[in-house]
């Protein structure tokens, strides 16, 4: 990895942080950022490659809400084995959009991918036989999600997945500060210094706004998923499965 594209955004002491943005900045380190940041993350993306192998069907429609870079859209490019389906990436970052086009451009296959940038909550999800929402509804205001979730549930099949990935509060805080300390142990063991790891923290308080794990399963059952689990967990960072 050339030392440009090294995640070094908090490394110098600022005056004043700035709310996390997915611009142009983070765009550029973003692959060694989520790598330094997310454990498991490549297993999540591995699995939603397999998954899209056993749940997208014929001639049904794939989404990926708040594609970022495209890990998960190649992930199933790669793993779809339907017929006559194609998959809509969205995102509202123009600098991920633009990268993102190029990147899935990189990786052929025979699965078409179309690339939007547009706000997730303005999206119509139709015909889908799989949604993803990896790391994304963290991102979305609180009153807005189980709209959101709401219109998946309307929009996908039956028999339909949604894979949604979360940073997740634990209701009881001596169980929620042993998670947060293990992640900053996690990140510390990735190279990151403790002032950027304080300094992102606070970049992230009135960004990142996380639910507790029951909260998540409610918003599911309540948006007519019959069938949620939880898939993997790695300290505060989980996975869920959504069956229709």
């Given at each position: 990895?050339?030392?440009?594209?090294?995640?070094?955004?908090?490394?110098?002491?600022?005056s004043k942080i700035k709310d996390?943005?997915?611009?142009?900045?983070?765009?550029?380190?973003?692959?060694?950022?989520?790598?330094?940041?997310?454990?498991?993350?490549?297993?999540?993306?591995?699995?939603?490659?397999?998954?899209?192998?056993?749940?997208?069907?014929?001639?049904?429609?794939?989404?990926d809400l708040g594609c970022s870079?495209?890990?998960?859209?190649?992930?199933?490019?790669?793993?779809?084995?339907?017929?006559?389906?194609?998959?809509?990436?969205?995102?509202?970052?123009?600098?991920?959009?633009?990268?993102?086009?190029?990147?899935?451009?990189?990786?052929?296959?025979?699965?078409?991918?179309?690339?939007?940038?547009?706000?997730?909550?303005?999206?119509?999800?139709?015909?889908?036989?799989?949604?993803?929402?990896?790391?994304?509804?963290?991102?979305?205001?609180?009153?807005?999600?189980?709209?959101?979730?709401?219109?998946?549930?309307?929009?996908?099949?039956?028999?339909?997945?949604?894979?949604?990935?979360?940073?997740?509060?634990?209701?009881?805080?001596?169980?929620?500060?042993?998670?947060?300390?293990?992640?900053?142990?996690?990140?510390?063991?990735?190279?990151?210094?403790?002032?950027?790891?304080?300094?992102?923290?606070?970049?992230?308080?009135?960004?990142?706004?996380?639910?507790?794990?029951?909260?998540?399963?409610?918003?599911?059952?309540?948006?007519?998923?019959?069938?949620?689990?939880?898939?993997?967990?790695c300290f505060n960072f989980f996975?869920?499965?959504?069956?229709?």
């Open positions: 990895m050339q030392a440009s594209d090294t995640d070094l955004i908090f490394s110098n002491k600022k996390f943005a997915f611009d142009a900045q983070v765009v550029e380190v973003f692959p060694d950022m989520i790598s330094r940041s997310v454990p498991g993350y490549n297993t999540i993306i591995d699995t939603i490659g397999r998954l899209s192998q056993q749940y997208v069907t014929d001639n049904s429609q794939v989404y870079l495209g890990a998960a859209t190649i992930a199933m490019r790669k793993g779809i084995t339907a017929k006559n389906c194609n998959i809509i990436g969205i995102d509202s970052s123009s600098a991920m959009v633009e990268r993102c086009k190029m990147h899935v451009s990189a990786f052929k296959g025979e699965t078409p991918v179309e690339i939007i940038e547009e706000n997730i909550l303005n999206i119509e999800i139709n015909n889908a036989s799989m949604v993803v929402l990896n790391f994304t509804l963290q991102f979305i205001a609180p009153e807005q999600r189980q709209l959101l979730l709401n219109k998946i549930a309307k929009g996908l099949n039956p028999g339909g997945l949604l894979l949604l990935s979360e940073k997740i509060a634990h209701p009881d805080q001596v169980c929620n500060e042993l998670l947060i300390d293990l992640h900053h142990d996690f990140k510390r063991a990735n190279g990151y210094s403790e002032l950027e790891i304080a300094q992102k923290r606070t970049a992230l308080e009135n960004v990142m706004l996380t639910d507790n794990l029951d909260t998540h399963l409610n918003r599911l059952k309540l948006a007519g998923f019959n069938h949620n689990a939880p898939w993997f967990q996975s869920l499965i959504a069956i229709k």
